[in-house]
């Protein structure tokens, strides 16, 4: 199995960027589709984007397309969220996920069978 820790999330003002990092450990990166997705305490935890093993496919949600991107670096072990223009509600606790290596990328959260503790962030108006 594979060991996932969030990291680069903060308080940043609407309009401002951040990077958030998924690093791994335990089995090698390159073997799993890594998943980002976010949650509030009102809503369920929602798709944001997800890279496929190789990173050559990847996909994102509508609601973030042309501000985040998601990228990944397997000789580090890590995927990366660049999040730029961001609104207020994009404030949630931001969750990377992995699944086994496959060319269809899954969206919906019960796919995914690893999961980071989450990294909290919060745009301000």
């Known amino acids: 199995q594979v060991q996932l820790v969030e990291s680069g999330g903060g308080l940043v003002q609407a309009g401002g960027s951040l990077r958030l990092s998924c690093t791994g450990s335990g089995q090698p990166f390159r073997n799993y589709n890594i998943g980002w997705f976010r949650q509030t305490p009102e809503n369920e935890r929602e798709f944001v984007a997800a890279?496929?093993?190789?990173?050559?496919?990847?996909t994102s949600a509508s609601s973030v397309k042309g501000r985040f991107t998601i990228s990944r670096d397997n000789a580090e072990n890590t995927v990366y969220l660049q999040m730029n223009s961001l609104k207020p509600e994009d404030t949630a606790v931001y969750y990377c996920a992995a699944t086994i290596g496959r060319a269809t990328i899954a969206r919906l959260s019960q796919e995914y069978s690893y999961w980071g503790q989450g990294t909290q962030v919060t745009v301000s108006s």
């Open positions: 890279s496929a093993w190789n990173g050559f496919s990847i």
